[in-house]
T-cell receptor, first 112, second 119 residues
Framework: AAGVIQSPRHLIKEKRETATLKCYPIPRHDTVYWYQQGPGQDPQFLISFYEKMQSDKGSIPDRFSAQQFSDYHSELNMSSLELGDSALYFC???????????FGDGTRLSIL | AQKITQTQPGMFVQEKEAVTLDCTYDTSDQSYGLFWYKQPSSGEMIFLIYQGSYDEQNATEGRYSLNFQKARKSANLVISASQLGDSAMYFCAMREGLTGGTSYGKLTFGQGTILTVHP
């Protein structure tokens, strides 16, 4: 079965640079979530989209923005990167509201 | 206040034995969902099992079962016949606001429990 696809799998950036993470949800899933997992921590919700509109917002820094496109894929744009942004970034998608979220393999972002 | 609490930072189990991972939650919603995910050292987040707040039967998926005690607000994961490949971090998570329609649904995670299966 098709899963959530995230790219790139690994990304190395320097401070103050920008990064774009991409997420392709499971086909026919209309809701996408982004989470950030710091080293040794649990995932923290950043932002979500339903039918291409932002549906909820969590602890996402103002330096970050995201959107969902007409084909339902989503991108997380990160600017002025800081050392503390080093983390594993997950995208998850969901179909019906009572169905579980399925996660991609994550993008590991390292800031040097 | 912590919404999801996993009190066991680490657990050890012998291969082929059963193990229970604890999870308690806090919510004022009537409609919510509880999930368990497995995160191996490679980092991916693997969905294991789901329990809806209105489900009367405890959820089961193969060797995984969820011991749901609504009055106690607990949703413990039971893994039967442990295998070496079960060694991983396990997260309990909650989704609130199901009655709010599709605009809701973010997950709140517990701190996780590292399970080590010994041969």
């Amino acid at each position: 079965a098709a899963g959530v696809i995230q790219s790139p799998r690994h990304l190395i950036k320097e401070k103050r640079e920008t990064a774009t993470l991409k997420c392709y949800p499971i086909p026919r899933h209309d809701t996408v979530y982004w989470y950030q997992q710091g080293p040794g921590q649990d995932p923290q919700f950043l932002i979500s989209f339903y039918e291409k509109m932002q549906s909820d917002k969590g602890s996402i820094p103002d330096r970050f923005s995201a959107q969902q496109f007409s084909d339902y894929h989503s991108e997380l744009n990160m600017s002025s990167l800081e050392l503390g942004d080093s983390a594993l970034y997950f995208c998850a998608s969901r179909g019906r509201p009572d169905q579980p979220q399925h996660f991609g393999d994550g993008t590991r972002l390292s800031i040097l | 206040a912590q919404k999801i609490t996993q009190t066991q930072p680490g657990m050890f189990v012998q291969e082929k034995e059963a193990v229970t991972l604890d999870c308690t939650y806090d919510t004022s919603d009537q409609s919510y969902g509880l999930f368990w995910y497995k995160q191996p050292s490679s980092g991916e987040m693997i969905f294991l099992i789901y329990q809806g707040s209105y489900d009367e039967q405890n959820a089961t998926e193969g060797r995984y079962s969820l011991n749901f005690q609504k009055a106690r607000k607990s949703a413990n994961l039971v893994i039967s016949a442990s295998q070496l490949g079960d060694s991983a971090m396990y997260f309990c998570a909650m989704r609130e606001g199901l009655t709010g329609g599709t605009s809701y649904g973010k997950l709140t995670f517990g701190q996780g429990t590292i399970l080590t299966v010994h041969p």
